[in-house]
């Protein structure tokens, strides 16, 4: 069943759930979660998971303290098979600052027909990611779709173009212009922001172009 799509504060909480529960082998409180947000309100807190339930990515248990469950997604959603080149790396979660561990641990591998890399220059330059939030919605491109990346650095990047970026440890989705000495990064849903950096930054790494993508029904 295909889950809701998320706003960016959805799936900020989302995400800080996820990465405390695998830091920590538990789920967060209530206060844990408005602390990491910065939301003051446990009622508001309250109304992040309500959402996230009723679109199918956390289940919880009334009255206890640290009662999140995640949904669990499909842990093979497309059937890694061993039948027709090329083999393409799933890329893990990687920091922005350190993109050179972009294919050190691989979550798997996929195989991909020829004939969605046409456009690229190389089998060789190109990853599998799945995208990290909802901010190209617009463009047709939602949470956990796996993208079809074809690495390239931000100067050989026509703006315009839909683009994979590490933001922090986040894959992300964007629209990339550069314009007035800075990367700027449209998204394509209202409920998300553009975000802007200087090249150099370390919280961004533009990982290269979008040319393809996959989804699980």
């Given amino acids: ?13 989302y995400e800080f759930i996820r990465d405390y529960m695998d830091a920590n082998r538990k789920p967060p409180t209530l206060v844990e979660i408005g602390e990491a947000l910065g939301i003051s309100s446990t009622n508001g807190v ?7 339930e009723a679109k199918g990515y956390i289940e919880r248990e009334k009255h206890a303290a640290r009662g999140i469950e995640l949904v669990e997604e499909e842990s093979d959603p497309f059937g890694f098979g061993s039948d027709g080149p090329p083999r393409l790396p799933v890329i893990s979660p990687t920091p922005s600052d350190e993109p050179e561990r972009l294919r050190e641990a691989p979550r798997g591998t ?50 315009g173009a839909v683009t994979a970026v590490l933001v922090e440890d986040r894959l992300l989705v964007r629209e990339f212009h550069f314009a007035n000495d800075r990367i700027h990064l449209r998204p394509a849903d209202r409920h998300y922001t553009e975000e802007t ?6 919280g961004c790494y533009v990982v290269g172009r979008v040319i393809g993508l996959f989804r699980s029904v």
Avoid at 138 to 153: S, Y
Avoid at 197 to 202: L, S
């Fill in 1 to 13: 069943m295909a889950k809701g799509r998320l706003t960016q504060r959805q799936n900020e909480a």
């Fill in 197 to 202: 950096f200087p090249p150099a930054h370390p």
């Fill in 110 to 159: 996929l195989r991909i027909d020829p004939r969605l890399l046409r456009k690229a220059a190389s089998p060789d330059r190109c990853l599998v990611a799945p995208a990290g939030d909802d901010g190209m919605n617009g463009a047709g491109i939602h949470k956990g779709d796996l993208l079809v990346i074809e690495e390239r650095a931000w100067e050989d990047i026509e703006n």
């Fill in 46 to 52: 309250y109304k992040l998971l309500q959402a996230l």
